[in-house]
């Protein structure tokens, strides 16, 4: 399964692609996508959505695993970076991909065991897991591979679950 994992933003929207076949997983792919400040937020958006058709054109994801957002206390920032969800999101719909969503609580939880873990630990674990040389930068290049990740898990999780349920 390929799985394209997706840390949403206005300024930078990190990716991470990776293929899972069983346990394993293997990384393909990952970098961001960068629009330039005090540019107007429609051509901003207009560019996340082009950058991102094209990435679901390049490798062909079974899976679209984007984290959900995180609302603090900037509420402009709050909407921007959530319509920069809702373009890759449309994107992801048009290429046909299944789109799963997870909280910052949740990846932490899948890539680290533990839910108050700093970003430091999350970066250093994605980096052991994914076997990569060193953390992915910007940070949310290795935050949208924590998301595929959490993804890889979560479906782990399920299949091992849905076959104890059947009985095997």
């Not at 054109?57 to 957002?69: H, N, S, T, Y």
């Not at 290429?95 to 065991?113: F, H, S």
């Not at 980096?127 to 990740?149: H, Q, T």
């Amino acid at each position: 399964m390929r799985i394209l994992g997706i840390d949403p933003g206005i300024a930078i929207v990190g990716y991470g692609v990776i293929d899972q076949r069983g346990n394993q997983l293997k990384v393909v792919d990952y970098g961001s996508i960068q629009t330039p400040a005090k540019t107007a937020t429609a051509t901003r958006l207009k560019q996340i959505y082009d950058a991102s058709t094209e990435l679901f054109r390049r490798f062909q994801p079974d899976v679209v695993a984007i984290e959900k957002l995180f609302f603090n206390r900037n509420v402009t920032t709050a909407f921007t970076v959530g319509q920069a969800r809702g373009v890759v999101m449309l994107a992801s719909e048009e290429a046909g991909a299944v789109i799963t969503e997870y909280t910052p609580l949740q990846v932490k939880m899948a890539v680290v065991g533990y839910g108050q873990a700093q970003k430091k630990q999350i970066q250093e674990m994605v980096r052991m897991i994914l076997s990569l040389p060193d953390i992915p930068k910007p940070d949310d290049v290795a935050d949208a591979l924590g998301v595929a990740i959490c993804q890889a898990h979560s479906t782990t999780f399920t299949a091992r679950l849905g076959s104890r349920r059947l009985g095997q």
